[in-house]
């Protein structure tokens, strides 16, 4: 994967920016505040559809415009690939692949694949689970669509069930219906459980061996998953917290 260019138009603090990349390795520098870490953000965006700040698509605009454009030319595997992205302050994002608007930000995963290190990385550690489980899952929809499908669907079961759990709460025959979402729950949580802990356990194996090379092998770090939930109890656990919920509702 080779990208070839970059344009930036009103991104944070660069106006207009035109950057042709060579194959090899390529150096970005200058004096502080210039917009060399702006410039490796945007290529993040292109990767992911977001920051690696977590900013919002406004704050990322140039002060006093209404919206930014992103265009990156790249290759991949001799195929090339032209991605455009543009960001609104008062509307979503529009991004385009090929010149062909698409639907879901997922289709943008896996054309281009990311490894960004910043600062912002040590929240994965001081943060709660919520940060970890987010790199994880970023990760992984940039290598495998299917694990993409399955997150996008665990998710849409969460805000199905949960909108069905205050339905129920005020009576009715909606509680039958619970059954169904946690079972499509289980299902797809299982799934991303399985695939969570075999990325954790590739990632192990990777710095275990450069963690001993760092420390003349006097030293052994190990990388786990602890999910909250055991597969063969999820849903067990649903079923409990679901009469939990039902319970304080109606009370």
């Given at each position: 994967?080779?990208?070839?260019?970059?344009?930036?138009?009103?991104?944070?603090?660069?106006?207009?920016?035109?950057?042709?990349?060579?194959?090899?390795?390529?150096?970005?520098?200058?004096?502080?505040?210039?917009?060399?870490?702006?410039?490796?953000?945007?290529?993040?965006?292109?990767?992911?559809s977001k920051s690696h700040k977590g900013s919002k698509d406004r704050e990322i605009i140039r002060f006093?415009?209404?919206?930014?454009?992103?265009?990156?030319?790249?290759?991949?595997?001799?195929?090339?690939?032209?991605?455009?992205?543009?960001?609104?302050?008062?509307?979503?994002?529009?991004?385009?692949?090929?010149?062909?608007?698409?639907?879901?930000?997922?289709?943008?995963?896996?054309?281009?694949?990311?490894?960004?290190?910043s600062p912002e990385d040590l929240n994965i550690i001081k943060s709660s689970p919520l940060e970890r489980?987010?790199?994880?899952?970023?990760?992984?929809?940039?290598?495998?669509?299917?694990?993409?499908?399955?997150?996008?669907?665990?998710?849409?079961?969460?805000?199905?069930?949960?909108?069905?759990?205050?339905?129920?709460?005020?009576?009715?025959?909606?509680?039958?219906?619970?059954?169904?979402?946690?079972?499509?729950?289980?299902?797809?949580?299982?799934?991303?459980?399985?695939?969570?802990?075999?990325?954790?356990?590739?990632?192990?194996?990777?710095?275990?061996?450069?963690h001993a090379g760092l420390t003349g092998g006097k030293e052994e770090i190990r990388l786990v998953y602890?999910?909250?939930?055991?597969?063969?109890?999820?849903?067990?656990?649903?079923?409990?917290?679901?009469?939990?919920?039902?319970?304080?509702?109606?009370?």
């Open positions: 994967m080779i990208i070839k260019s970059l344009e930036l138009k009103n991104y944070r603090n660069l106006e207009d920016v035109e950057l042709d990349f060579s194959e090899g390795i390529n150096l970005l520098y200058g004096d502080n505040a210039q917009g060399k870490t702006n410039i490796l953000e945007s290529i993040y965006l292109c990767g992911t006093e415009n209404e919206e930014s454009h992103i265009k990156m030319i790249l290759s991949k595997r001799e195929v090339p690939y032209r991605i455009d992205i543009h960001l609104k302050k008062n509307h979503t994002k529009g991004v385009a692949v090929n010149g062909m608007p698409i639907r879901k930000i997922t289709e943008l995963f896996g054309i281009l694949n990311v490894i960004f290190f489980r987010r790199f994880i899952d970023l990760e992984l929809c940039q290598l495998d669509k299917i694990y993409t499908y399955n997150l996008v669907n665990y998710n849409k079961v969460i805000n199905q069930r949960n909108k069905l759990l205050k339905e129920a709460a005020g009576g009715g025959d909606w509680v039958d219906l619970l059954d169904v979402w946690d079972q499509q729950m289980v299902q797809y949580g299982t799934y991303l459980i399985n695939k969570r802990q075999q990325f954790i356990e590739e990632l192990d194996e990777i710095i275990r061996h450069i602890a999910p909250n939930i055991e597969e063969s109890y999820f849903e067990k656990v649903l079923k409990k917290e679901r009469a939990r919920d039902l319970k304080s509702k109606v009370s």
